[in-house]
């Protein structure tokens, strides 16, 4: 007779954009409930959590949730300078955590939550997707099979219309969001020390505008290869969303670029470029009322793997609390070396 799975029961902290996507997601995931919401905006929250299959009330704080209900795990959603309260309330109440990332605006408040939960035993993840995103996850495992030589070089791009959906316009306040540098960027500076391990050394330039660091332009070295990474959210609105990476090894070279449609290519030695196999997504049993989650990728891969800890009860060992601090200390690297650009 098969086991029956507990029901792993959900407190989800801000039912904003990326919070509506882990509704969808927790709704396809079987064995996933969402109990309870945190929001300012209640009714719209309800309305929306209800919509995309999770009915839920929704409380204006996480210690009012904490006291309705009872739950196995919060995932912190909030605006970024929101994430420390939070995801050590939800440490200190003994609960396991999800994270978006940035895990937080500094080091310091990065190093108290690490401290929280070491000293609560918590399972942790943060929302640090590309190590969970099909072709970045492909490109690490290309690089681990040693099939194209050594990598020489290793370019990573990301960029965005100017981000306008958040509340009172928090992406654009520096104290709340860190500015592109720390909303934007750090994915592929995550992605870095995911593949790369840190760097030997680190050059950058920045462009502020009055959203705070709103370019980054950086330059890694490691032995005998060289990273850059770009990322910024200074394009026009409708200008839209590019993330792409190219790895130049001896004897191939793999490339993706979200923008052509073409997905992972890989051009190896005297033949045609050709598309490099990525495993897509598998969305589980259920489908969320609002779409097909496989379409959700990385998203979808790194709340099934939380979910997954969850029930083993073992520590997630991709995208830690550490990483992200870690990510979080280099960023900031980052910004303060390329401080002096005034745009
Ligand atoms: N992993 C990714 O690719 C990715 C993508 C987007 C956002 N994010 C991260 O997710 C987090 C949330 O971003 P978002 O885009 O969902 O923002 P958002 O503005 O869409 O949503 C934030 C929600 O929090 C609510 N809120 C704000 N302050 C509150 C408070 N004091 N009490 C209760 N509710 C409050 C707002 O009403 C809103 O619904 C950020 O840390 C962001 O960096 C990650």
């Given at each position: 007779m098969?086991?029956?799975?507990?029901?792993?029961?959900?407190?989800?902290?801000?039912?904003?954009f990326?919070?509506?996507?882990?509704?969808?997601?927790?709704?396809?995931l079987?064995?996933?409930?969402i109990?309870?919401?945190?929001?300012?905006?209640?009714?719209?929250?309800?309305?929306k959590?209800?919509?995309?299959?999770?009915?839920?009330?929704?409380f204006?704080?996480?210690?009012?949730?904490?006291?309705?209900?009872?739950?196995?795990?919060?995932?912190?959603?909030?605006?970024?300078h929101?994430?420390?309260?939070?995801?050590?309330?939800?440490?200190?109440?003994?609960?396991?955590?999800?994270?978006?990332?940035?895990?937080?605006?500094?080091?310091?408040?990065?190093?108290?939550?690490?401290?929280?939960?070491e000293?609560?035993?918590?399972?942790?993840?943060?929302?640090?997707?590309?190590?969970?995103?099909?072709?970045?996850?492909?490109?690490?495992?290309?690089?681990?099979?040693?099939?194209g030589?050594?990598?020489?070089?290793?370019?990573?791009?990301?960029?965005a219309?100017?981000?306008d959906?958040?509340?009172?316009?928090?992406?654009n306040?520096?104290?709340?969001?860190?500015?592109?540098?720390l909303?934007?960027?750090?994915?592929?500076?995550?992605?870095?020390?995911a593949?790369?391990?840190?760097?030997?050394?680190?050059e950058?330039?920045?462009t502020?505008?009055?959203?705070?660091?709103?370019?980054?332009?950086s330059?890694?070295?490691y032995?005998?290869?060289?990273?850059?990474?770009?990322?910024?959210w200074?394009?026009?609105?409708?200008?839209?969303f590019?993330?792409?990476?190219?790895?130049?090894?001896?004897?191939?070279?793999?490339?993706?670029?979200?923008?052509?449609?073409?997905?992972?290519?890989?051009?190896?030695?005297?033949?045609?470029?050709?598309?490099?196999?990525?495993?897509?997504?598998?969305?589980?049993?259920?489908?969320?009322?609002?779409?097909?989650?496989?379409?959700?990728?990385?998203?979808?891969?790194?709340?099934?793997?939380?979910?997954?800890?969850?029930r083993?009860?073992?520590?997630?060992?991709?995208?830690?609390?550490?990483?992200?601090?870690?990510?979080?200390?280099?960023?900031?690297?980052?910004?303060?070396?390329?401080?002096?650009?005034?745009?």
């Amino acid at each position: 007779m098969m086991k029956e799975e507990k029901q792993l029961r959900g407190i989800l902290v801000g039912c904003g954009f990326m919070g509506g996507m882990h509704a969808q997601i927790y709704h396809a995931l079987p064995g996933v409930e969402i109990v309870a919401g945190v929001d300012g905006r209640i009714p719209e929250s309800e309305e929306k959590l209800a919509k995309l299959g999770c009915p839920a009330p929704v409380f204006a704080s996480l210690s009012e949730a904490l006291a309705a209900v009872e739950c196995d795990f919060v995932d912190v959603c909030l605006p970024t300078h929101q994430h420390k309260g939070n995801a050590v309330e939800a440490i200190e109440a003994g609960k396991a955590l999800f994270c978006e990332k940035p895990l937080a605006l500094s080091v310091e408040e990065a190093d108290a939550i690490v401290e929280a939960a070491e000293r609560n035993g918590t399972l942790a993840q943060v929302g640090h997707c590309l190590r969970f995103w099909p072709e970045y996850m492909r490109l690490i495992e290309y690089h681990k099979s040693g099939d194209g030589g050594q990598l020489l070089s290793l370019n990573l791009i990301r960029r965005a219309g100017r981000p306008d959906y958040g509340i009172d316009n928090w992406l654009n306040n520096e104290d709340q969001s860190g500015g592109a540098a720390l909303d934007l960027h750090i994915h592929d500076t995550d992605f870095v020390l995911a593949m790369l391990g840190q760097p030997k050394s680190i050059e950058s330039k920045v462009t502020r505008d009055f959203s705070g660091p709103v370019h980054v332009f950086s330059l890694m070295e490691y032995d005998g290869l060289i990273v850059s990474s770009e990322g910024g959210w200074n394009y026009p609105k409708k200008w839209g969303f590019q993330m792409a990476f190219q790895a130049v090894y001896e004897n191939a070279v793999l490339d993706f670029d979200s923008s052509n449609g073409k997905g992972l290519m890989i051009c190896e030695g005297e033949t045609e470029p050709r598309a490099l196999d990525v495993v897509q997504t598998d969305a589980g049993e259920s489908q969320s009322g609002e779409g097909n989650v496989s379409d959700l990728g990385g998203y979808l891969n790194e709340l099934k793997y939380f979910v997954k800890c969850l029930r083993s009860g073992e520590a997630p060992a991709i995208a830690t609390l550490q990483d992200a601090r870690d990510t979080l200390a280099l960023t900031l690297k980052e910004i303060e070396l390329g401080e002096g650009v005034k745009v």
